[in-house]
């Protein structure tokens, strides 16, 4: 353990949101200076704003932690056909929550950073696809996009430039597989949300109506505006090389104090996280697990340790307390960071239960497009609620990893992938909870029900 | 099928807005299902029409989308979320002990039509958890014991004005009273 003293949040994205004395309308996003970048990048040339977002190195936020400024690049300008931005808002990887605090708290900033991407990317219509449980979290967006209307900075000539883009608030309906950029394109058409087959053409070059498209996360978004404040060059320095930038971690589960923290990329490792900003695991429980990056992410055994060289050559040595919270760390550790949904398990958690809980997630949420998804989600949810329900068989373990292996790599997105890296990674870290539940088939005292 | 005005105006309103009008049913469909409770086949039908469609573009929505109803939910619908940061902080006892209050199980609508309890996945509210929507409203934190007390406020009509039982959505509405409140600063010119 470093003796360095506790980290401190740097807020970018979350300046403002938890101020009391700040609310989601215009005027107290003005008083703080708001929509003076778009004022900015509307006399620049469009592609100099790409320049600066290729410069920042910003990755994306939703959790693939694709370079957002070399999705722009990959945009197809030549072929007449208009260009589409879309927000992804569909924030539903289980463990993550921080869109929902920028969409109800801090709307503008979205919607400055949306105009200023729609201007570079030279986009006529955007579009918000907001998950529909979001209720009021749909009706501020409209509203602010009115306020921003009527100001001009947003829809016709904006800021009375040549520039106009339309701003349109789009509900799901409930479907976790919207959150799939392809999946959503396919939804915000009107139609079942099955992701499309990719590569040869991504959505930059066939997207929202074959035609080419922009799907950034919210959080993604909003960083482009502050990229415009500073320069890419300067917010390339915020974090570290390859992981530039805050990210907005959300801790859920058996801490003391859960929340959504945002902090410099690297500034903090996993263990200082848990320990020192969320106050620690409740009185008297100790560490047993931690899935890294919502729950698609592979788990973390609190015991294991990490060692290899990084991509700049230094070698390292981890405890999963030690794993920075950046987005190399958690990949350097066989697992990845994800949305940044950090979910701590204690001792009393039966995992066993876990993983029928996130069994049943996936079964539930699975389109039914390819086979070995609909049929393999569905089997590692019966597998594990039988399991807990008594009838736990010592071929299990081997059964469900079967099945999980058997839908990764085999699926037209990366869901199979989401669906198969709990169980592979469960079942290679804690093997032995499969199998003691052939002996002991009941749950203990002191462990919550989870399925 | 008997909509409103006031639904049809801004259906037709909606429509314009979108590149092509097949990208309008969703939120065609989250309008008259906030009306009607439900989205039957005449309702398809209706759309479809509307969207130049055939009533299966718009049946096949329906019955893929969770949130998607072919019948109503009750008249107070409570949705519990399910999935495991929630789950880690006690949501299956929540649900119960809501289910035993209210008189209905998890994915039922009561017998009067009252009420329904859904179980949810993931409502991105996990620091908070577990998280009980009513309607359109969400409450955070509310553990088996809080749940009991929601259950006996909103049988009694009293938890929209419960100090006790804020809910997210209206914390915001409290932020910018605040704001409202301090706003008459001399503005800086």
Redesign the interface.
Known sequence: MSNKSTPTERRIILKNADDPNYSNKIGCYLREGGYSMLKKSCKMKPEDIGAEVLKSGVRGRGGAGFPAGMKWKFLDRKSGKPIYLICNADESEPGTFKDRQIIHKDPHQLIEGMMIAAYAIQAKQAFIYIRAEFFEGARILESAIAEAKAKGFCGDKILGSDFSCDLVVHRGAGAYICGEETGLIESLEGKRPNPRIKPPYFPAVLGLYQCPTIVNNVETLCNVKHIMEIGGDEFAKIGKPNNTGTRIWCVSGQVKKPGYYEFECGALTLGEMIYDVCGGLLPGRSLQAVIPGGSSSKILRADERFSGKLKDGTEFDWGVEDIPLDFDGPMAAGTMSGSGGIIVMDDTVDMVEAMANINAFYAHESCGQCTPCREGSLWMRKITQRMCDGGAREEDADLLLSVANQIEGRTICAFGEAAAWPTQSFIAKFRDRFEEKVKNPERKKSSLQLI | MNLSEETILKIDALIP????K??????I??LIQDELGAIDLEACEWIADK?ELQPI?IQ??IT?????REKPWGKKHI?VC????C????S??TCQALEKKLGVKEGHVRDDGEYSIEF??????????PVV?VD?ETYENVDSGKAEELADLLKSGKLEKSKKFVS??NA?VQ??S??VA??PKPSKK
């Open positions: 807005k979108y590149p092509e097949r990208s309008a049913a969703l939120m469909i989250h969207l573009n096949e929505l893929f989308y969770p949130m998607l949705r399910r999935t495991l940061p789950a880690l902080r006690g299956y006892a949810m996945e993931c409502l991105a509210d996990c620091g908070e958890g929507m359109e997210y959505e915001l932020d910018t605040l704001e301090s706003k």
